[in-house]
């Protein structure tokens, strides 16, 4: 029986698949594994060289357990170094001739080499079905319209979206990185219902919006679709864009190498973002040791597998990301397990300063809870003698500087004072330590079109 939820349509893509036991799940979970093992031991030498290395075979996997405790990770260092030695695609890519091959793409090249990816035909197709599922838990229907803010070529965030949109039948707009006031200009102009883009991104339109005197809540979109960089689950982070556009906010997580297959993507009912786990196998593992499993809730690393992808399939790939598991009943039906935050951050982002761990992450839920700054912030962290430093400076908005420079010079300093403190508070509320603040002018940093860079450590 189909259930039928918003505006008519059915409340699910694939209810069956959906709202699946989760034991029965983990079966088909396993068998899964275990074939993609097989395959990829008998057919990819790059698997064949990193199992035998372990003193690992396929056949020692009889359990999801088995999987995490005794199956190696592999992580991007080693995907490069594989491509560079075995070209175009690596060893870990089962070689297609050019018909068989849909698409290249590659990772955005931002921390150093991109990493090319063949997708078969086969994979392509299946990987349309799974962003239509994904978008549609979203909020996408076939009478939306859908505008895309990603840009389109070597990155592949961009071109899942369009995917997910064409199987559902809605209307695509991939109008792709332009200026910002086109794009806002644009949504007016068409009626747009549905925007995806970057959460810094989506942040950073606001602050235009309240320049061109342009009210986002009043507007046509109903839901936004974010990914590319943590932020679209983070309470603080959504809270902001969706009370600003007046408009949901759901967080399509991938990484470049799981792609063309989505990996989550956030529930409307603001649950966080469910994991298609019969498709891309997540797992949160110690972040000391990947072969170590902890308990769900507890905060670890992420490891992902493709448990369908044959032309370049990543089994127990680590990306070096941060969350946590939830399990319990979602309101919206969907049986597969949450990241109630999505992903946190990266570990290699983590910051040592004086002995504590601190998450760029966390310094932006701090800052999203002080409704008179901006959209933009940097994080500075330098030498001062022997010792780390730590400064935040973050940008004010617009509506708050207007009222500084309303007030009289004595009044508009303590004015200025207080909001610094109470930013202050908000980090050490969210990061555990002082921080110093630095407010700036608006448009002081370089404004954030695509993803933004938080850091400069100078030390």
């Known amino acids: 029986m189909t259930t039928t939820g918003d505006r008519g349509f059915p409340r699910f893509w694939d209810e069956e698949r959906e709202t699946l036991d989760p034991a029965r799940r983990d079966h088909l979970i396993l068998d899964r594994i275990r074939h993609q093992l097989q395959y990829v031991y008998a057919e990819l030498p790059f698997y064949r060289r990193l199992y035998d290395a372990h003193g690992f075979h396929p056949d020692q996997v009889r359990s999801l357990e088995d999987f995490t405790t005794k199956v190696p990770v592999i ?56 962003h239509a599922m994904a978008q549609w838990c979203a909020g996408v229907r076939p009478d939306d319209i859908v505008q895309v803010g990603f840009p389109f070529g070597l990155f592949f965030g961009g071109w899942g979206v369009v995917q997910g949109a064409e199987r559902i039948g809605a209307t695509l707009f ?47 979109i109903r839901h936004l679709l974010v990914g590319g960089e943590p932020g679209g689950s983070l309470p603080g982070t959504r809270a902001i864009i969706e009370e600003g556009w007046g408009a949901t906010v759901a967080d399509a997580g991938s990484t470049s190498e799981m792609y063309p297959f989505q990996t989550s993507v956030g529930c409307t009912a603001g649950t966080g973002t469910h994991l298609y786990t019969d498709e891309v196998f997540t797992e949160v593992v110690s972040a000391a040791d990947p072969n170590v499993p902890i308990p769900v809730g507890e905060r670890g690393a992420v490891v992902y597998t493709h448990l369908w992808r044959d032309s370049q399939p990543m089994i127990r790939f680590a990306p070096g990301d941060e969350t946590y598991l939830a399990d319990d009943p979602c309101p919206c039906g969907r049986t597969y397990p949450r990241l109630p935050e999505g992903i946190l951050g990266r570990l290699d982002d983590m910051l040592v300063v004086r002995g504590a761990n601190v998450f760029p992450s966390a310094i932006e839920t701090g800052l999203r809870t002080v409704p008179e700054l901006g959209p933009e912030f940097r994080i500075l962290v330098r030498k001062v003698g022997a010792l780390d430093e730590l400064t935040v400076q973050a940008e004010l908005g617009h509506a708050a500087l207007a009222q500084l420079d309303a007030l009289a010079p004595g009044d508009g300093d303590a004015r200025r004072a207080e909001l610094v403190r109470r930013t202050e508070d908000a980090l050490r509320r969210s990061v555990a330590i002082r921080v110093p603040v630095e407010l700036l002018k608006p448009g002081t940093l370089p404004e954030t079109t695509f993803k933004a860079r938080r850091v400069v450590d100078e030390r």
């Open 75 to 130: 992580t991007k260092k080693m995907l490069v170094a594989d491509q560079q030695e075995h070209p175009p695609f690596g060893s870990y890519a089962r070689p297609l001739p050019a018909g068989e091959i849909a698409r290249i793409h590659g990772s955005s090249g931002t921390s150093g080499v991109p990493t090319m990816y063949a997708v078969s035909r086969g994979d392509w197709e299946r990987a349309g079905e799974v």
């Open 174 to 220: 991939p109008l792709g990185v332009t200026d910002s006031e086109k794009h806002l200009e644009l949504i007016e102009r068409l009626g747009s219902t549905i925007f995806s883009a970057t959460p810094s991104y989506c942040i950073h339109l606001l602050s235009v919006a309240e320049r061109m005197g342009i009210d986002l809540r009043a507007n046509t």
